[in-house]
């Protein structure tokens, strides 16, 4: 059964950072497509970076050169570095995987930016 937990969520200031981390098990993430969604309240749930299968990455225009996803491998994690946090990246926040098992979400993790 393929399961997924992120971490790594908290309170920030603005203008500060934090990673997140997505750990599976159950699958392989390698050759498959990993992303990071986000979810405000009253907002519909929207992809912020992705890595696809053949290793291409995308992010939205919104978080473009202040996030950056890593995936590795070896430990079947994927991390999101945030930087330069804004209010308006305040959501829950969760990976997501698709691969040959289907496609699964983590229960999400709540990242607040405020002062």
């Known amino acids: 059964q393929v399961q997924l937990v992120e971490s790594g969520g908290d309170l920030v200031q603005p203008g500060g950072s934090l990673r997140l981390s997505c750990a599976a098990s159950?699958?392989?993430?390698?050759?498959?497509?990993t992303g990071w969604y986000r979810q405000a309240p009253g907002k519909s749930r929207e992809v912020v970076a992705s890595?696809?299968?053949?290793?291409?990455?995308n992010y939205a225009d919104s978080v473009l050169g202040r996030f950056t996803m890593f995936k590795d491998n070896a430990k079947n994690t994927i991390a999101l570095q945030m930087n330069s946090l804004k209010p308006e990246d305040t959501a829950v926040y969760y990976c997501?995987?698709?691969?040959?098992?289907?496609?699964?979400w983590g229960p999400g993790t709540q990242v607040t930016v405020s002062s």
């Open positions: 159950g699958t392989t993430f390698s050759r498959y497509f």
């Open positions: 997501n995987f698709r691969g040959p098992e289907g496609n699964f």
């Open positions: 890595i696809a299968g053949n290793g291409a990455s």
